[in-house]
């Protein structure tokens, strides 16, 4: 296998409790990302927007095999830097707009590994064979609090901080990109997703409904699953499968559409 893809699946939903969504998503061949505004409908819907737009942007370049992948690296990892200050901009005009914002999660698929660019708490996890991993880490308080053991998992879902984040892309200048590299394995099965679904199922349910082998399928279920649980947020999910066969996709979803 010379080159890996993402060959994916995914899709993007209101929900039942909200008029109008404010996720935002990218699917390509080699690029795939899913980003979950806030600061209300409009403010959010544009803060995603403008971080998905900027990364399809960015994909010739990324996805370009005669630039090397130290300098891929790189822009992958300051596109954070330009997407933040894009949202000030924007926000500077519309000062209604102000104290938007939004998460990100993306994969990038460089020579044979994929690279993780992240900040907020939408996640990304990986189903090698049996075993279900999640690879981001939320920016999250409530993750602090775990991370220091000041409260256990089973307080996380009444806790009054829930849902506040340490880090997001609100153009403040303030955002402390990490780029993380795994290794790719044909076979591997990736999922992206806003909290919409990982705030709603539990990990086994995740588990359970990601290993379906048809993508089209494990998507619907996935969905399915959180608005039978009520789907108090957006949802949006991307699963997506590492494949040598070459994928020539480009699909907005979402607010960015």
Known sequence: MSAIYFQSSARSADGLHRSGNEDSAFVSGQLIAV?????????GEVASRIAIQSLQKLTPVLTNPEIDSDSVEDLLL????????????Y???????????????ALLVIDRNVALLH????RCYRLRGNSLEQLSNDHTVIQELLEQGAISQSEVADHPQRSVLTQALMGQGTVVPVLQMYEAKEKDRFLLCSDGLSTVLTEKEIKSLLKKSDKDEA????????YINGAPDNVT???ADITGDEISTNQLLGAAQ
């Open 35 to 43: 980003a979950d505004g806030m600061g209300g409908h409009a403010g």
């Open 78 to 89: 300051n596109s954070l830097f330009t997407i933040d200050s894009e949202i000030g901009e």
């Open 91 to 105: 926000a500077d005009e519309a000062t209604e707009l102000r104290g938007m914002g939004t998460t990100l999660t």
């Open 119 to 122: 900040i907020g708490d939408s």
């Open 219 to 226: 998507v619907k279920a996935l969905i399915d699953a959180t």
């Open 237 to 239: 999910i991307i699963v």
